[in-house]
């Protein structure tokens, strides 16, 4: 990309997250994740209400009286994002590309970390760990974060998400947020993400498109796979082709959800069609009711 195309971009994408971020629910992302664990914050003397299993004893023996420990949450979180740029995120049929909701939401969440003074990386993949950037504060380092996303020229053709978790597993070494950008058009990652899931707060966010459940009605088309370059011939007129795709992908979905939740993993979903940072809102706003 061409760097005179590159700062507009960038520049509307940090001047439309920062409105968003401030405007709207910069006061909401903290409020919906949990700080990583509890520190130690004072000792103070016991009272009825207090949990006993965390009275000090040693102060307790010193000063003959009963004294407990008091905690409080960290609040510091560390946000890590996982980033798929393999080819199929550059299809839409609607105003935007899978990729340009991509670009707005990744740009969303890392103003929405930074202002809140928090730490914010990404792992960018397609079949291959493209780039990896690790977690920092600070405006400069969102700007760029979002840079590499737009620009980073990419090698691999298809997606391996397993891989990218995998190299999260190994990276991150305390309890943080893990969001996941996606069109998950990919198989054999859940294993990985059950390990997880088991210690950060994870969210998928699936980016679709309408051609996702519907095939258009055309004549015979060619077709073929950005990522296998596989060639599939089909009739959008026929009936019977256009259930078969509906009801392949309208399955994929449900069984995305499914093996989410199963996982105690939130899900967003954020069609082409959709503006992406009202997605945010709105998905946000709701996690901040039921905490």
């Given at each position: 990309?061409?760097?005179?195309?590159?700062?507009?971009q960038v520049r509307n994408l940090r001047l439309t997250s920062s409105k968003v971020?401030?405007?709207?629910?910069?006061?909401?992302?903290?409020?919906?994740?949990?700080?990583?664990?509890?520190?130690?914050?004072?000792?103070?003397?016991?009272?009825?209400?207090?949990?006993?299993?965390?009275?000090?004893?040693?102060?307790?023996?010193?000063?003959?009286?009963?004294?407990?420990?008091?905690?409080?949450?960290?609040?510091?979180?560390?946000?890590?994002?996982?980033?798929?740029?393999?080819?199929?995120?550059?299809?839409?049929?609607?105003?935007?590309?899978?990729?340009?909701?991509?670009?707005?939401?990744?740009?969303?969440?890392?103003?929405?970390?930074?202002?809140?003074?928090?730490?914010?990386?990404?792992?960018?993949?397609?079949?291959?760990?493209?780039?990896?950037?690790?977690?920092?504060?600070?405006?400069?380092?969102?700007?760029?974060?979002?840079?590499?996303?737009?620009?980073?020229?990419?090698?691999?053709?298809?997606?391996?998400?397993?891989?990218?978790?995998?190299?999260?597993?190994?990276?991150?070494?305390?309890?943080?947020?893990?969001?996941?950008?996606?069109?998950?058009?990919?198989?054999?990652?859940?294993?990985?993400?059950?390990?997880?899931?088991?210690?950060?707060?994870?969210?998928?966010?699936?980016?679709?498109?309408?051609?996702?459940?519907?095939?258009?009605?055309?004549?015979?088309?060619?077709?073929?796979?950005?990522?296998?370059?596989?060639?599939?011939?089909?009739?959008?007129?026929?009936?019977?082709?256009?259930?078969?795709?509906?009801?392949?992908?309208?399955?994929?979905?449900?069984?995305?959800?499914?093996?989410?939740?199963?996982?105690?993993?939130?899900?967003?979903?954020?069609?082409?069609?959709?503006?992406?940072?009202?997605?945010?809102?709105?998905?946000?706003?709701?996690?901040?009711?039921?905490?």
């Amino acid at each position: 990309m061409n760097r005179l195309d590159l700062y507009p971009q960038v520049r509307n994408l940090r001047l439309t997250s920062s409105k968003v971020v401030e405007g709207i629910y910069s006061g909401n992302y903290r409020s919906v994740f949990k700080g990583p664990g509890l520190e130690f914050d004072e000792v103070r003397e016991y009272s009825p209400t207090d949990d006993s299993r965390f009275i000090d004893w040693n102060v307790t023996s010193r000063l003959g009286t009963p004294y407990t420990k008091i905690f409080r949450e960290e609040r510091e979180l560390q946000l890590q994002m996982v980033v798929d740029l393999s080819p199929s995120l550059y299809a839409g049929n609607g105003p935007m590309s899978k990729r340009d909701i991509l670009n707005i939401l990744f740009a969303n969440l890392t103003f929405a970390a930074v202002s809140n003074n928090d730490k914010v990386g990404a792992i960018f993949h397609t079949d291959r760990i493209e780039g990896w950037v690790g977690p920092r504060k600070g405006r400069n380092h969102a700007t760029r974060l979002i840079q590499d996303c737009l620009t980073l020229d990419t090698q691999g053709q298809g997606s391996d998400l397993s891989l990218a978790l995998r190299t999260v597993h190994e990276s991150m070494k305390h309890r943080g947020i893990i969001i996941i950008l996606s069109d998950f058009r990919t198989t054999g990652y859940w294993q990985e993400l059950s390990i997880l899931s088991r210690k950060h707060d994870i969210i998928c966010l699936m980016i679709t498109d309408p051609l996702d459940d519907y095939f258009p009605r055309t004549g015979w088309l060619e077709l073929q796979d950005p990522e296998t370059g596989q060639v599939l011939h089909a009739f959008g007129e026929s009936s019977n082709f256009q259930q078969v795709y509906h009801d392949k992908w309208t399955l994929h979905k449900l069984h995305w959800r499914r093996e989410c939740r199963r996982r105690g993993i939130e899900t967003l979903e954020v069609s082409t069609v959709d503006d992406p940072a009202a997605r945010l809102v709105a998905f946000f706003n709701r996690r901040k009711a039921r905490r």
